[in-house]
């Protein structure tokens, strides 16, 4: 069993306890934040190390700018004097990335199952099982008034193979048989290879044509934007709650992490760094927007939950490190543990 799989097991897990996908992705989310709480940490100390000696960093790198391999050896032998190492602030985020990626893929496998598993029901009785979540109707489709609860072909059109067939497989036979009524007599052979797409297209277009799928994507034909194909949908899924809260919870995490980056060293470089920061603040909660606009209503609560919780471990970890640093210049003299 893959990583992916591993916690994909996880999250269906935590969903046997609380009974709501949208709750156990909450809970989900701060298991794995705790998980790689360490070495959040870790790369904490590290940034607060390599801010203590940016200014003899700078220093060097001013004298010594136009002999580089001197300057290398001179900034080599700074860091043994200080015991610093550079990469200590980005050793601790490589680890923990790959297990955050893991976790969205296996989020997305989640929902691609719940949505191949709604388009089924839609064809075979046009009721399909809804997870909601507050205020929204269906956490597998995004949190807005452009978008209907039930499942569209774009949405199908993101299901892969795996994904088609894991639910395929377990269907009963009423159902299947309910399907090929329908027009649809599929088989394994249908989501596999080339005749993938032709069967999502299949599937979309016998939903369309039952009247229940119609009257559930309904939308307001004189509140549309033309230009990027938008519409406000009459059965419409939320009310673009959770992209705000996303987007905005991004923007005090980047200006949050940003500050605690700034270097020291008053310079052309630090300048340039500083000016990157301000860019950087503005264009993740930007693309977290629009991210968030065009996915479902699950990923964007796992980015709610995900910066709430990493902006609250930011703060406490920066809180323990001030108390640390504070003891420590207040008792040079006596070993209170240095930042470790």
Request: proline share 5%; glycine share 4%; charged share 15%.
């Amino acid at each position: 069993m893959g990583i992916n799989e591993f916690l994909k097991t996880i999250l269906e897990w935590i969903y046997s306890f609380v009974g709501n996908y949208g709750w156990a992705v909450v809970l989900f989310t701060l298991l794995v934040r705790l998980i790689v709480m360490p070495f959040d940490y870790k790369s904490r100390v590290g940034m607060r190390k390599m801010q203590k000696i940016a200014p003899m960093q700078a220093k060097l790198q001013k004298k010594y700018e136009k002999d580089p391999d001197k300057m290398n050896k001179k900034l080599q032998e700074l860091y043994r004097e200080q015991r610093v190492n550079p990469l200590s602030s980005c050793l601790p985020m490589l680890i923990s990335l790959p297990i955050l990626f893991a976790m969205f893929t296996a989020m997305r496998m989640v929902a691609n199952e719940h949505l191949a598993q709604q388009a089924f029901d839609i064809i075979a009785s046009g009721n399909p099982a809804l997870d909601s979540w507050l205020w929204v109707k269906n956490v597998w489709m995004p949190d807005s008034p452009f978008a209907a609860a039930w499942p569209n072909l774009d949405s199908l059109r993101q299901i892969a193979t795996n994904e088609w067939l894991a639910v395929f497989n377990k269907l009963p036979q009423e159902t299947l048989a309910l399907l090929a009524d329908k027009g649809l007599a599929l088989t394994v052979e249908s989501f596999t290879g080339d005749a993938l797409n032709t069967t999502i297209q299949t599937i979309y277009t016998t939903m369309e044509q039952l009247p229940a799928y119609m009257e559930h994507v309904k939308y307001y034909s004189d509140l549309a934007i033309p230009l990027f194909n938008i519409h406000i949908f009459v059965n419409y899924n939320g009310y673009f709650i959770l992209p705000i809260l996303a987007a905005g919870g991004q923007f005090l995490m980047t200006k949050l992490t940003g500050t605690a980056q700034t270097p020291a060293a008053d310079d052309a470089q630090a300048q340039q760094a500083q000016n990157s920061m301000k860019f950087m603040n503005y264009f993740f909660p930007i693309f977290t927007l629009i991210l968030c606009f065009n996915y479902n209503a699950i990923f964007a609560l796992y980015w709610v939950a995900s910066n709430v919780i990493a902006i609250v471990q930011t703060k406490g970890i920066n809180m323990y490190l001030d108390r640390k640093e504070a003891l420590e210049a207040a008792n040079p003299n006596k070993n209170t543990g240095s930042l470790k």
